[in-house]
């Protein structure tokens, strides 16, 4: 069974940073392109961040230059970091998974988490 788990998240002021992770198990990660998705209270489900199989990486424009991703195969985990953060980050972080390939869409991706709490607040 494949199962995707969120960890990571948390309460944090303006301008810090978390690291959130995306441990999978059930499958290797070696194949998969994994995507970070948030939704914000009253909003619509984002996508902010993928990383493919090759390890190709895309950013929503509202991250770049502050979250990076990344995956350890090794340890079956994608992750992200998060830096400068904002009180407009404040969301439910959500990782999916896929066949190799990143996509926009949130269709696309066929297992999810159950996401993980970021507070960004003073």
């Known amino acids: 069974q494949l199962q995707l788990v969120e960890s990571g998240g948390g309460l944090v002021q303006p301008g810090g940073s978390l690291r959130l992770s995306c441990a999978a198990s059930g499958f290797t990660l070696d194949y998969y392109a994994i995507g970070w998705f948030r939704q914000a209270p009253g909003k619509e489900r984002e996508g902010i961040s993928c990383?493919?199989?090759?390890?190709?990486?895309t950013y929503f424009d509202s991250v770049k230059g502050r979250f990076t991703i990344s995956r350890d195969n090794a340890k079956n985990t994608v992750y992200l970091q998060m830096n400068s953060l904002k009180p407009e980050d404040t969301a439910v972080y959500y990782c999916?998974?896929?066949?190799?390939?990143?996509?926009?869409?949130?269709?696309?991706?066929?297992?999810w988490g159950q996401g993980t709490q970021v507070t960004v607040s003073s």
């Open positions: 999916a998974a896929r066949g190799h390939y990143c996509s926009p869409y949130e269709g696309n991706f066929g297992s």
């Open positions: 990383i493919s199989s090759s390890d190709g990486t």
